[in-house]
């Protein structure tokens, strides 16, 4: 009597999406982890924009302004994904079913600095504040 070994099945190479204030989902990615890293940007922004507009067909001529203009930030590992579009999912380690967390993107303040910018930090953590406030406490 033979056995009856299954075949291997092939699976589609996904990556999960949690988005902040959203379901979650997974985005089937055709080309594996040579996925491009802009094929799951705009995956996850149709995705989320029909799921705020209801269902709608995506017009294939205008795809870039078809998600609307909400922008994502891409949390992979702790880090925010800066990769160009171009960038595939090997070049950041991403493999099949690993989780990408998702929230919008706040739009810039005038005026708002970045923490980086030397102008805006707080006089009190200066350096050269740092001996003037030791002398004037003895």
């Known amino acids: 009597a033979g056995e009856h070994v299954p075949e291997p099945?092939?699976?589609v190479f996904t990556v999960k999406v949690l988005p902040?204030?959203?379901p979650?989902?997974?985005v089937p990615c055709p080309d594996g982890a040579n996925t491009s890293l802009g094929f799951l940007r705009q995956s996850i922004r149709n995705v989320l924009s029909s799921a705020k507009q209801g269902p709608r067909e995506v017009d294939m001529d205008n795809i870039d302004n078809a998600a609307g203009a909400t922008d994502?930030?891409?949390i992979f590992r702790g880090r925010e994904v800066v990769q160009p579009d171009t960038d595939t999912f090997a070049s950041i380690d991403l493999?099949?079913?690993c989780a990408v967390h998702c929230c919008p993107r706040l739009p810039a303040a005038a005026g708002v600095r970045k923490n980086n910018d030397a102008?805006?930090?707080d006089?009190?953590?200066s350096p050269s504040?740092?001996?003037g406030a030791a002398s004037s406490a003895s």
């Open 72 to 74: 994502y930030r891409l």
């Open 119 to 121: 102008s805006a930090q």
């Open 123 to 125: 006089p009190r953590c």
């Open 95 to 97: 493999g099949h079913e």
């Open 9 to 11: 099945r092939s699976e």
């Open 24 to 26: 979650r989902f997974s």
């Open 20 to 22: 902040l204030n959203h």
């Open 129 to 131: 504040n740092a001996s």
